[in-house]
């Protein structure tokens, strides 16, 4: 049997197919137990988190393997096998140990370094555990992923190099500025009381928030963490619990809120968020003196804006509106319109074209003039000679009639984008699929941080000097553990190879009573003592060198080569094999 790994992380995902793929907690249930029911599989373990989902199995044939793993983790996530195909990675044998260790190091989370992923791992292994799907393979390798993990970060300043999602999150709302400095005294909302969601309100109480609301499903959930939050021993937040109904009344409250939830559908939609909003806006103050925007003494609506637009068009130096052949009033008032350009002549025949370049004309005084398209006269005034531009108008219709457009002459003025207000309500989004509307990234006030976000800002992230001390020790377990596993893939052959030798030992004693009925105990047991020591001195140096080679790369075959040689039942190092496991799996203790 072979360890396969088939995923999809954010390393080869965009989050949006990430967001569609993600399992819920019973899609991993039902996902463990078709993969141990498939042909290929023997055993099988689900690692989901925010950004990955990866199914590692032990199979007894790589291409089916494959084949199967990719289909099952396509038909449990909803997305089509050949949309999910081109994200999928695949890692066999040693490669597939190497990616978890890596994993369990953080050197592969989207914070490199962040200690998360342990507890995912921890969690992972118990559910496969509780649900018999994970053997000794996996068994094994997810508790030496573990210790690997916790050796990492113990023997390497990996988590300087990161931090925890949350943490980086806060960051990122706070626009890289002191975490502290900008959480203290604020409110915060945390939507969810599972294991992010309580870091995140932990983190949220040790920054200095002054309060911190929990929100869940199960009241009692809430609740819990909200006692937890109070008994603190390093925070003096005040913490309370409400149910998920009072969502929307708290978020007018807030000023941070963090959400990580299981759902499958939006928390938060773009107009709850921009209701809260305007519900905690105070009304703008009265003006004394003025009733309203129809008072006396100035304008407003539509013929105030009609207004800006002539006052518009007559501070330029193009003159009036008599003898223009375009709607001023209708056009004037669009970002980048230009009456040089091609937004004002586009689709105008050539008589409407001569008629606008004459009055374009009339209204410059002095220096260059310039007709849309046409020739520049500098320093002279009047009208357009139509006779000494016949070729230019025509050329200008001709084009307007072929391609419906005037290429422009000159860059129309630049459009000053209105200055977004600074934000009163900060969302921080960890859930996969996402729990917040991605359009509240639209609204003024509001500052969003999702998954996507995360990603893109931890692209370009500094890699600390400890990453690659981490990498030297992944690969000294990956090749310790992988000669573990080749050793003890001819255990069971040595052991019966024993058994074989200890049954003929006593085989030829039984013998030599019969042959020698009057031979005392004491002399009987020293001539049998004998024997098995002859035998245990041949079969010593064949057995260690044979478990030496065995440990090696390639030293599959050794196993194979000893069954051979002393004709070993293939049923008996079954046996063999399958009492080892039951004992392992007794000694074993919880994840």
């Known amino acids: 049997m072979s360890l396969l790994v088939v995923g999809l992380s954010h390393r080869s995902a965009p989050v949006s197919v990430l967001e569609r793929a993600a399992l819920n907690a019973d899609a991993q249930v039902k996902l463990l137990q078709d993969t141990v029911a498939a042909e290929p599989a023997s055993e099988a373990a689900v690692l989901a988190t925010c950004n990955r989902i990866e199914l590692y199995a032990d199979v007894d044939k790589f291409h089916a393997g494959v084949a199967e793993l990719s289909t099952l983790l396509a038909q449990h996530s909803g997305v089509g096998l050949e949309e999910l195909t081109p994200y999928l990675y695949v890692h066999y044998e040693d490669r597939a140990v190497h990616h978890l260790f890596s994993v369990a190091c953080g050197l592969d989370s989207m914070v490199v370094g962040e200690g998360q992923i342990l507890g995912q791992i921890k969690d992972s292994l118990a559910r496969a555990q509780d649900l018999h799907s994970a053997g000794r393979l996996l068994n094994d390798l997810f508790q030496q992923a573990l210790r690997v993990g916790k050796r990492a970060h113990s023997e390497t300043g990996i988590d300087r190099a990161g931090q925890s999602l949350v943490t980086f999150g806060l960051e990122q709302l706070a626009r890289g500025g002191d975490v502290q400095q900008w959480a203290r005294g604020k409110k915060a909302l945390v939507i969810g009381a599972g294991s992010m969601s309580s870091l995140a309100a932990a983190t949220l109480a040790r920054a200095g928030v002054a309060e911190i609301v929990v929100a869940n499903r199960t009241f009692d959930r809430a609740e819990r963490l909200a006692q937890i939050l109070m008994e603190g021993d390093d925070t003096d937040v005040a913490a309370r619990a409400v149910p998920m109904e009072s969502v929307p009344a708290e978020l007018t409250r807030a000023d941070v809120t963090v959400s990580c939830t299981g759902a499958t559908g939006l928390v938060l939609t773009a107009e709850s968020v921009a209701g809260a909003i ?198 000294d377990e990956v090749a310790a553990f992988g000669a573990a596993l080749r050793a003890a893939h001819i255990t069971p052959t040595v052991v019966a190879l024993r058994t074989m030798a200890a049954d003929v030992v ?86």
């Open 506 to 591: 006593a085989g030829e004693i039984a013998r030599l009573d019969g042959r020698l009925p009057g031979l005392d105990d004491k002399h009987r047991a020293e001539i049998t003592q004998t024997v098995r020591r002859v035998v245990d001195k041949l079969l010593h140096a064949p057995t260690v060198r044979v478990k030496q080679l065995a440990a090696e790369p390639g030293g599959a075959g050794y196993a194979d080569a000893l069954r051979t040689l002393f004709d070993l039942d293939p049923e008996t190092v079954a046996a063999v094999s399958r009492a080892e496991d039951s004992t392992t799996e007794k000694d074993r203790g919880p994840a």
């Open 278 to 475: 305007e519900d905690r806006r105070p009304a703008p103050p009265a003006v004394p003196g003025e009733d309203g925007p129809g008072a006396p003494g100035g304008e407003s609506g539509p013929a105030a804006g009609e207004a800006a637009q002539r006052g518009g068009a007559s501070g330029t130096s193009l003159g009036s509106e008599d003898g223009c052949p375009l709607d001023l009033s209708a056009v004037q008032g669009t970002a980048g319109f230009s009456v040089l350009g091609e937004a004002a002549v586009a689709g105008m025949a050539a008589a409407d074209l001569e008629q606008h370049a004459a009055w374009v004309d009339n209204g410059t005084a002095g220096g260059d003039r310039r007709v849309a398209g046409g020739t520049a006269r500098p320093g002279q005034t009047g009208t357009l000679d139509p006779a000494a531009d016949t070729d230019a108008i025509a050329a200008l219709a001709a084009t307007v009639a072929t391609v419906g457009r005037i290429p422009e002459r000159r860059r129309p003025e630049p459009v000053e984008e209105p200055q977004r207000p600074e934000p009163v309500l900060f969302l921080l989004d960890l859930a996969m699929p996402r729990d917040i509307d991605a359009a509240v990234h639209r609204l003024a006030g509001v500052r969003l941080v999702d998954i996507e976000s995360l990603a893109e800002a931890s692209a370009g992230a500094p890699m600390a000097a400890d990453v690659d001390q981490v990498r030297r020790i992944v690969s």
